[in-house]
């Protein structure tokens, strides 16, 4: 089967596909978490995308976020209230996920770092989506990404 392009199967539809910043999980918990050394950064980014060029997160990340939640739809309301956009995930991300979390397994044992699980880790499918939009990553566990996704243009924290 071939992947078809644009708004075709495996893409997103065109709505979603403008300049946009893709937002990590640890985004959302460090603009939440009053404790955090992340937070004015979060909290920032945020709102600079928000007046800007928007802020996304997909379905995996919703997903993560809901996790603990007594009621998950008031999270997805409460994002949505925020500004943020919620996007499905692109069929095609799958692929590109793939091919990445096959390196990422292959380079794991060859450090001798043991086996990686077989079905690959949330942070694949995100980095993989933001890789097929051409969006932007807002992210501060960069060092995965940076590695498995080059072609996308990381947000992170001032180390």
Not at 22 to 50: C, F, G, M, Q
Not at 66 to 94: K, M, W
């Amino acid at each position: 089967m071939e992947i078809q392009a644009g708004n075709e199967l495996g893409r997103t539809p065109c709505l979603d596909a403008r300049a946009m910043i893709l937002a990590d999980t640890n985004v959302l918990i460090d603009a939440r978490d009053k404790a955090s050394p992340y937070r004015h950064w979060a909290e920032e980014l945020i709102a600079d995308a928000l007046s800007g060029e928007g802020i996304s997160v997909n379905a995996i990340v919703l997903a993560e976020i809901c996790v603990g939640q007594r009621e998950p739809a008031t999270v997805q309301a409460g994002l949505l209230a925020q500004g943020f956009n919620i996007v499905d995930l692109p069929a095609s991300a799958a692929l590109v996920s793939a091919a990445a979390y096959t390196l990422y397994r292959s380079a794991r044992r060859r450090s001798r770092g043991g086996d990686a699980p077989r079905i690959p880790l949330p942070d694949f499918f995100i980095g993989a989506h933001a890789e097929l939009m051409g969006w932007k990553l807002a992210t501060r566990d960069s060092e995965r990404f940076r590695l498995y996704f080059p072609k996308v243009q990381l947000i992170e924290p001032s180390k």
